[in-house]
């Protein structure tokens, strides 16, 4: 079957640092993507990774480990504007998008 | 670049109408768009693959009859709820793989919330 998990949601104060996790069990994959979605709005893509390893873009850095399955997306120096759900979805086989439920990041000052 | 148009942003309509939602690649071509559904505090639900030229995939639960789904162009799909009802209110929204680039990313538009009364 093809199952992706992420944390409901997490809650995390301005200008820390929060990280977080996608498992995901998928028939083939062609890599993972990290979205962001405000409330009411459509996603928008923050990062893709199909290799192995650590991706860093400004404040936010996405990690990927094939041979476990995860992911993270790591965000630095918080900003209230952060405050989101982050979607993680892997392509699969057929080049489809899996999705996860997402994760709802609350952002506190 | 790769810029998706919707329209309408917002539509209420009265139970037993039909709603017609387009979905619009501005600068770029798309050979499959996405039509999804969202409801509140819900993740993003896939409801059909739509493919130019060809008939739209259907997920698995999703009527056909009920959400047509129109390819016509590689720059334009739109997305039709016949016989609209209250639990057809929802975000809808549609993405787009551009035809020259290999990741796979899908861009989305701007999303339509549907009321129906």
């Known amino acids: 079957g093809q199952n992706i998990d992420q944390p409901t949601e997490m809650t995390a104060t301005e200008g820390a640092i929060v990280q977080i996790n996608c498992t995901y069990q998928?028939?083939?994959?062609?890599?993972l993507f990290w979205y962001q979605q405000h409330a009411g709005e459509a996603p928008t893509f923050l990062s893709y990774?199909?290799l192995d390893g650590l991706e860093e873009k400004g404040r936010f850095s996405s990690f990927l480990s094939r041979s476990k399955g995860y992911s993270y997306l790591l965000l630095k120096e918080l900003q209230m504007k952060d405050s989101a759900s982050y979607l993680c979805?892997?392509?699969?086989?057929?080049?489809?998008?899996?999705w996860g439920a997402g994760t709802k990041l609350i952002i506190k000052p | 670049g790769a810029v998706v148009s919707q329209h309408p942003s917002w539509v209420i309509c009265k139970s037993g109408t039909s709603v017609k939602i387009e979905c619009r690649s501005l600068?770029?071509?798309?050979?499959?768009m996405f039509w999804y559904r969202q409801f509140p505090k819900q993740s993003l639900m896939l409801m059909a693959t739509?493919?130019?030229?060809?008939?739209?995939?259907?997920e698995q639960g999703v009527e056909k009859d009920k959400f047509l789904i129109n390819h016509a162009s590689l720059t334009l799909s739109t997305l039709t709820v016949t016989s609209a009802h209250p639990e057809d209110s929802s975000f809808y929204i549609c993405?787009?793989?551009?035809?020259?680039?290999?990741?796979?990313?899908?861009?989305f538009g701007p999303g339509t919330r549907l009321t129906v009364t």
């Open positions: 993405s787009a793989r551009d035809l020259e680039r290999e990741t796979y990313e899908q861009y």
């Open positions: 600068d770029f071509q798309a050979t499959t």
């Open positions: 739509s493919n130019e030229g060809s008939k739209a995939t259907y």
């Open positions: 998928t028939s083939g994959f062609n890599g």
């Open positions: 990774n199909v």
């Open positions: 979805a892997t392509l699969d086989s057929n080049y489809q998008l899996i």
